[in-house]
């Protein structure tokens, strides 16, 4: 065989070496490109949900029913006023739903609104029991749990024990206040120096995520094809 004969017989072959490394190749890159565009969906859906939860937060105490949630009984003793809390609770989670349904069209999420009375200890500012008050329960047919029961969902108890801990000392919810007045006594006394009851509100959020590829993200991630977005905020009540 000839010099030049062989040249073009080892080009042919490298030729089809080529061609068959690309037709290998180019799934193997497809597969690792669908995954990251997926993953970029996520973080950047994950995102807006946390924007949507923290605007919500922020504008909790634009509300004027924020103002009229405690009253000051005979005893000099705070109470939190039932009724106003349901109604703001049930106005602000209307709000959020329609708030969320504008930005979320055609995507499944649930969410929910709740009040908690945070009671302290005024000499100290230590924490010393946390009740809720009223919850809005659940709007919207998307459930987290069930849809990506591999998501590593947080409760909302496990979340509020979580910022809230009971301890000697004071907490990121300890209000300082300019009222030194002792209730046991009867008269002021410059030993209170925080309230002894603060309002906080706590909003969650459970959305669907984008994904190209729905089946091999869960596959190979799990819980990406879930989002869940918690926040509390502190109520600025009306100083009594």
């Given at each position: 065989m000839k010099r030049k004969e062989l040249k073009i017989l080892f080009k042919t072959k490298e030729s089809g070496n080529g061609a068959l490394e690309l037709i290998l190749f180019i799934p193997v890159a497809l597969f690792f490109l669908f995954i990251i565009v997926d993953v970029g969906l996520y973080i950047g859906d994950r995102a807006k949900?946390?924007?949507?939860?923290?605007?919500?937060?922020?504008?909790?105490?634009?509300?004027?029913?924020?103002?009229?949630?405690?009253?000051?009984?005979?005893?000099?003793?705070?109470?939190?006023?039932?009724?106003?809390?349901?109604?703001?609770?049930?106005?602000?989670?209307?709000?959020?739903?329609?708030?969320?349904?504008?930005?979320?069209?055609?995507?499944?999420?649930s969410l929910e609104v709740s009040l908690f009375k945070l009671s302290f200890n005024p000499s100290t500012g230590s924490l010393l029991y946390k009740k809720e008050i009223y919850s809005s329960g659940r709007k919207g047919g998307f459930s987290l749990r069930t849809k990506v029961p591999e998501y590593p969902y947080i409760t909302k108890e496990e979340?509020?024990?979580?910022?809230?801990?009971?301890?000697?000392?004071?907490?990121?919810?300890?209000?300082?206040?300019?009222?030194?007045?002792?209730?046991?006594?009867?008269?002021?006394?410059?030993?209170?120096?925080?309230?002894?009851?603060?309002?906080?509100?706590?909003?969650?959020?459970?959305?669907?995520?984008?994904?190209?590829?729905?089946?091999?993200?869960?596959?190979?991630?799990?819980?990406?094809?879930?989002?869940?977005?918690?926040?509390?905020?502190?109520?600025r009540t009306k100083q009594i």
């Amino acid at each position: 065989m000839k010099r030049k004969e062989l040249k073009i017989l080892f080009k042919t072959k490298e030729s089809g070496n080529g061609a068959l490394e690309l037709i290998l190749f180019i799934p193997v890159a497809l597969f690792f490109l669908f995954i990251i565009v997926d993953v970029g969906l996520y973080i950047g859906d994950r995102a807006k949900v946390d924007d949507l939860v923290r605007s919500m937060l922020h504008d909790v105490n634009t509300y004027s029913e924020a103002l009229n949630l405690l009253d000051l009984n005979s005893d000099f003793s705070l109470e939190v006023n039932e009724k106003n809390a349901k109604d703001f609770v049930k106005k602000l989670s209307s709000d959020f739903y329609n708030k969320v349904l504008e930005e979320r069209k055609g995507e499944g999420f649930s969410l929910e609104v709740s009040l908690f009375k945070l009671s302290f200890n005024p000499s100290t500012g230590s924490l010393l029991y946390k009740k809720e008050i009223y919850s809005s329960g659940r709007k919207g047919g998307f459930s987290l749990r069930t849809k990506v029961p591999e998501y590593p969902y947080i409760t909302k108890e496990e979340y509020i024990k979580k910022i809230i801990k009971n301890s000697k000392e004071q907490t990121p919810f300890s209000k300082k206040t300019s009222i030194r007045y002792n209730i046991k006594k009867g008269s002021y006394s410059s030993e209170n120096k925080f309230s002894p009851l603060t309002l906080i509100i706590y909003i969650e959020l459970e959305t669907e995520s984008h994904s190209i590829s729905g089946s091999t993200i869960r596959t190979l991630l799990g819980h990406y094809l879930g989002t869940q977005s918690q926040g509390v905020e502190t109520i600025r009540t009306k100083q009594i």
